[in-house]
């Protein structure tokens, strides 16, 4: 008997799926990274089908791997050993919403803009925002984050409990209610940004926000990137409590006027947004006018109303897409570097010199509240395509960051793209990574061949990567 | 050749110490939990101390109970299976501290107050505060807050990275530099709060904030608790970003004016801080008095100055020792159960009717932004004193606090107060902590009979538990 027949005798047989088109649609995410065809797909509805498919995996040593609606930009999602895609969508239910807690519980489909619409009802929202509609459990399993964590935070900030289910079928809960604990270990936050390796989530409790009486929107125009980021860092340096802090470049402004309609300046710009009560909002901008036009700002323009406001995020959520847009039949390799936020210019520089130096195309973007910038690469799927170019320039980046204690990934998690850097960037560390993969996950079932191969030999690794490291990704 | 000798041959001999009072001031913390002498105390002076003691005490299977000033609330520093006592005070270095990227590298024994006097010169301050001046590896191991929290968070919150020795003597980094990243596993803030039983900290990079503007502390004095908890939570629910948020009882503000020479009225208070930029802080002023006059406020008194909200400070953290002054002899039992903020009335309310109908005595304060609530109990050594009953009132108000998803435990650490509520609080969720354990720790040398028992058997522990749960400590 073949898997599928296998798995529709332990759950229902129409959660059970081999269609080729759904098969398809499973093998890839938003990344460059190649697809790879799943034996089948699952569509759990319950907590009870995912207990099931579970154990019956960890017995018989089939891989599973977690899926959502598949907006991963670093193929945490793409089933490379095969087996089962979990797809979760269909657990999509918002539990409870306890506004007098700012807590929500939802299931892992749960969609960020399905939540926030239903939340907009209590006047609470949900403030993590990667721009892609992800799910919620998806969001969890890289610890995503987005435009608005320079004032909210992470994933790893606003979840306060997981339901997850172990290799082993064992249910646990991670957290509790409360607003802050110091009761055993901190198994939420080290479940979150796991990418499906240690655990499947089937609940998650998140932290929410009150919407804000006040929300303005900005657009400053700089003459050049260096003002733009002392300007953005005299912000953060007096604390300012802003609520987005975006740095788009002339170039990028050009796609987006282009593709939104918009007439925006196309020059260096910081796009930002205040959140607040009507007089500390007055207070917060007064301040950043004074910040700003010390630091060479020629045009503040404000969004005040929503229309406007909203243009201008989606304008910036839809960048990546702006630039694919404008480049039919390309791909985008997103680079997702974050450095202490005194290195931000250098790496700007950095990878300006590395982009013009490899003629490859496309353009920088960040969340420069955070130090998270992303370099956005053409790339082409045609033999023709220098493929190895792109990959140097990503290395490059990655290393200068590494250099400077930054992170190869700000947010889009490790997946494919990132492990070969896992040893470089954690050194011993990893081991202990390993040994608590291999401790939860004994059979390594769970969405495998992401993060780390356990199988990898570390203290080669990290000599070999180290050996290769060009003389000019050093810092200083 | 009995211990101490055998470490003197690993590690300069003044180092190692069997002197009498040095093993009693190691043998307690600040709780009433009892005393247990250990064998010898170590004062490491460098990272390599800690590498070649570990390595020793591994292979001979003896106990290592890490020690920071001994101001622990639930006997996490006391060396329960004898051995060494490895006091990091003498590691008190801030080794860098770098104003543009709100970071701070120091060693483990480095206290609070000491690194504060330090980062004031560069207008920066670290935000935890939980009261005694504790060291920072020993707040970072318990995952301590305070009253700051509700504005700048946990231990947890504010440690961007560590250096660990494990107990095979491997030293790892678990985190970077970077403000964000899903980079691999979470190590950091599995470490942070597992109270020296997963590795012993030797640095710590922290993340400080810049001196604000504006500090304005208050005291808002209320007729009734429920009126006082009602307009704390409007402040909150509002986004007023409050910087401190406690709670204190008429019956303590007694206690404090006769130690403090101060003349606060003795009703139910709120004492609070605006910190932020002078335009933000005058708008939350103001929304504060509206919202504190809806809820029965009928004095609302500012501390503008340092010297009158140092004051208030230090009242508010000297409860503890006023409570202590008023009673010579006794010692306290301090609950320090977190709630989610809905329940919070109900929890004080509870604890208030517990303590009545037991008959101890004692007051209740709390950092109620935090939902998190201690009651200090006056108990006594002496064998007339019925511990029983103590322990009970404790019990109660544990359970009260998980049956409304809270926890046992928000700041002070499990050590061995909470370890009987485990179980209960985690459930299988504990195994998996077990598991951490265990492969990171195979032989139990770390702070060993803390948190839990490893050789525990969870099933029977937790029905045990279920079956003695009173049913007046039900929350509905």
Redesign the interface.
């Known amino acids: 008997m073949n898997l599928a027949n296998k798995l529709k005798e332990i759950i229902p047989s129409d959660r059970v799926s081999t269609n080729e088109t759904i098969l398809l649609n499973h093998s890839r995410d938003d990344s460059f990274h190649p697809a790879r065809f799943t034996d089948v797909v699952i569509f759990p509805e319950e907590k009870e089908d995912i207990i099931e498919i579970i154990k019956f995996a960890n017995i018989n040593n089939i891989a599973v791997t977690p899926f959502g609606i598949g907006s991963g930009l670093e193929g945490s999602a793409i089933p490379v050993n095969g087996g089962i895609s979990l797809d979760l969508k269909k657990m999509n239910k918002i539990l409870e919403i ?1 506004p ?4 929500v519980q939802v299931q892992p489909g749960v969609t960020r803009v399905q939540l926030n619409k239903e939340l907009g009802k209590y006047g609470l929202f949900f403030s993590v925002d990667p721009g892609a509609d992800a799910t919620l459990g998806g969001m969890a399993s ?4 987005g435009t608005t ?1 320079v004032r909210y935070g ?1 994933m ?2 606003n979840v306060r409990d997981l339901e997850v289910v ?1 290799a082993d079928g ?5 957290g ?12 939420t ?2 479940f ?3 990418e499906g390796t ?1 655990g499947i989530f089937t609940e998650l409790t998140l932290q929410v ?2 919407i ?2 006040v929300i303005t929107a900005a657009r400053a125009v700089f003459p050049t990137t260096n003002e733009a980021i002392h300007a953005a ?1 005299s912000l953060l ?5 802003i609520a987005r802090l975006e740095f788009v470049e002339g170039k990028t402004l050009k796609y987006l006027n282009h593709v939104g309609n918009t007439n925006y300046i196309e020059d260096t710009s910081l796009f930002i947004e205040f959140h ?5 909002v ?3 901008v ?2 950043t006018k004074k910040l700003f036009n010390q630091n060479g700002c020629y045009q503040l323009h404000f969004e005040t109303n929503s229309s406007g406001r909203n243009r201008l995020w989606e304008a910036r959520h839809n960048s990546l897409y702006a630039l694919i847009h404008q480049n039919p039949g390309k791909q985008v390799m997103n680079t ?1 570097v ?5 290195k931000l210019a250098e790496v700007v520089e950095f990878t300006r010199k590395c982009k013009e130096e490899s003629g490859l195309q496309g353009d920088i973007i960040g969340h420069i509240g ?3 910038l992303h370099a956005g690469i053409l790339i082409d799927t045609k033999p023709s395509f220098d493929m190895e170019k792109a990959n140097q320039f990503n290395e490059a980046i990655v290393k200068f ?1 590494l250099l ?11 997946g494919l793209g ?1 492990k070969k ?2 040893s470089l ?9 390993k ?6 996950d004994p059979n390594n079932i769970l969405n495998p061949g992401k ?2 191969d356990t199988t990898e030999i570390l203290e080669e690794k990290t000599k070999n990567v180290l050996d290769q490291c060009p003389a000019g990704a050093e810092a200083e």
Chains 1, 2 share one sequence.
């Not at 974050?338 to 005194?342: A, F, I, R």
């Open positions: 306890n007098e807690d700012f807590l890289t610890n995503a984050s964590t992470m790893k900030d172990l064992r249910v646990i809960r991670t509790g209610n409360a607003k802050k604990s110091s009761s055993g270990y901190n198994l936050e080290l979150v940004g796991s240690l926000y009150g804000p009486e860092q340096t007096v604390g300012v409590p607040g009560s009507k007089g500390s007055i207070a917060d007064e301040l997702d974050c450095v202490p936020l005194s955070d130090g998270n960051a400077c204690s930054g992170t190869c990934t700000g947010e889009h998690g490790v990132k850097y896992q960037q954690h050194g011993v560390a990893l081991d202990v990574m040994s608590i993969k291999n401790v939860l993060i780390f």
